[in-house]
């Protein structure tokens, strides 16, 4: 039977698709692009915040279409709407068949086969254990770099997220079991591995006691063919000194770091439920920036919390034009039913938020457009990531894929996605690079 995927939302979701491509495969599944001739059709949703939650919705009603237009037997939505909404789905959106929630990927086969058989199918488990995950991944992205999903869950209160009634609590995959993916992963042909977790510096410490996050590095390092190990969403308060040595001495860890920080303001920082203060901000950037003097480090901030006075956005501009952040993504408060935040007063107008995030846009295209030229005459190493127009297309260690900018490399030597070349940069245009083989 042909089945049709769709993926939506975060990197961390996306490991969960391949999951369970892993597992329709070997259940002798095939695979289609096209959703008219499909059997099957499975849509992962994502319910962050209201426009993920309204594209998944626009997913899941578009392929609907195909249960009368096409071939379609069996709707499946798994993920975060259909852990968030389960009770809705019989009544709003019958054309669904299976419900299956974040925690129940690896029933995807089972759900199909009871809706072939004419039932309906529902399974959201407790968001306490983890899904099997020593089955197969298989890749969707083509690429020489993958995520890697070290752990599940957030502990965090923050006042404005819906992960932890989604996701559960903060779960680590044992290290074991990390290292059995990554080994895999470059049997796949990958040779840059990106951590994610909702928070990665505290991996560990739910199941060996102490944050392990440098250990894991430690041994990922280890495995033949994995050339560069990247962060992702590493808290400011939990980013400790072991970590930072362990970034600065391993060879296959970028010297890169994201580091969410969402605001600067202390006032909006608590009302936001963030752990760190500005000064502790200020104190790990300092940190990072003296042990490993050439760290990238990307951040994000949210614009238009509720109660977000002008001074306070101002000070959080000021801040920006002072630190220098090497790369940066602003987005608009979203109000979100039952967060402590969506209930708050003092909530901001749709037209405020997008002025103070094109403000702070406006800003940080301007620093990056002089960190690129700064780097114009340098020497860096860059994975190639594909070919365009006749002229590849590669990363820096500074560039994390889909967030941050690329390099564009004109050359006559034949590379493959994955391949490493080294480059010297003779070109810039704002958040990209142009560069020749050294």
């Not at 019989?90 to 072939?116: C, R, Y």
């Not at 510096?201 to 280890?222: A, M, N, P, Q, R």
């Not at 403000?359 to 994975?383: D, F, H, P, R, W």
């Not at 050359?411 to 493959?416: A, Q």
Request: glycine share 6%; hydrophobic share 40%; aromatic share 8%.
């Amino acid at each position: 039977m042909n089945v049709f995927f769709e993926s939506l939302g975060c990197d961390k979701n996306l490991v969960d698709s391949e999951f369970m491509l892993g597992l329709l495969d070997e259940a002798g599944f095939t695979f289609t692009n096209d959703e008219t001739v499909a059997d099957v059709i499975v849509i992962n949703t994502c319910a962050f915040i209201n426009d993920a939650k309204e594209e998944s919705i626009n997913s899941i009603l578009e392929l609907a279409k195909q249960k009368e237009e096409g071939k379609c037997i069996a709707l499946i939505v798994t993920g975060c709407l259909a852990q968030r909404y389960k009770d809705e789905f019989s009544q709003q959106l019958p054309e669904v068949d299976a419900v299956i929630g974040t925690n129940s990927w690896d029933d995807i086969v089972k759900a199909i086969k009871v809706v072939i058989d004419k039932g309906k199918f529902e399974s959201v488990k407790s968001l306490e254990a983890l899904p099997d995950m020593s089955h197969r991944r298989i890749l969707s992205g083509g690429m020489g770099h993958t995520v890697l999903k070290i752990a599940e869950g957030c502990n965090k209160g923050c006042t404005y997220c819906i992960i932890p009634s989604i996701r559960g609590k903060y779960r680590s995959i044992p290290i074991e079991k990390l290292i059995s993916q990554a080994k895999d992963l470059t049997m796949q042909g990958i040779s840059e591995l990106i951590l994610v977790a909702q928070e990665t510096t505290l991996y560990g410490v739910d199941i060996y006691g102490e944050k392990c996050l440098h250990k894991l590095l430690k041994e990922l390092s280890k495995i033949d063919g994995i050339k560069w190990i990247r962060l992702l969403y590493c808290y400011p308060e939990e980013i400790y000194d072991e970590l930072i040595d362990e970034i600065r001495t391993n060879d296959k860890v970028c010297h890169y770091i994201d580091m969410p920080i969402q605001h600067i303001n202390d006032d909006i920082l608590r009302r936001m439920g963030r752990l760190a203060s500005k000064d502790k901000i200020i104190n790990t950037i300092k940190n990072l920036r003296e042990k490993i003097p050439d760290i990238a480090i990307r951040t994000t901030v949210i614009c238009g919390f509720p109660g977000e006075k002008y001074e306070q956005h101002l000070e959080l501009v000021n801040f920006l034009k002072d630190i220098r952040f090497d790369r940066l993504g602003a987005f608009a408060y979203s109000q979100e039913e039952n967060t402590p935040a969506a209930v708050m007063d003092d909530q901001i107008d749709e037209n405020t938020k997008a002025e103070r995030v094109n403000e702070i846009m406006s800003l940080q295209k301007e620093i990056c457009t002089q960190k690129a030229e700064e780097l114009i005459g340098k020497k860096l190493l860059v994975t190639i990531d594909g070919k365009i127009d006749g002229a590849y297309i590669a990363r820096t260690y500074k560039d994390a894929p889909d967030v941050d900018g690329y390099l564009f490399l004109e050359s006559d030597r034949v590379f493959n996605t994955g391949d490493f070349a080294e480059v010297i940069i003779t070109g810039a245009n704002e958040y990209d690079l142009y560069g020749e083989l050294i």
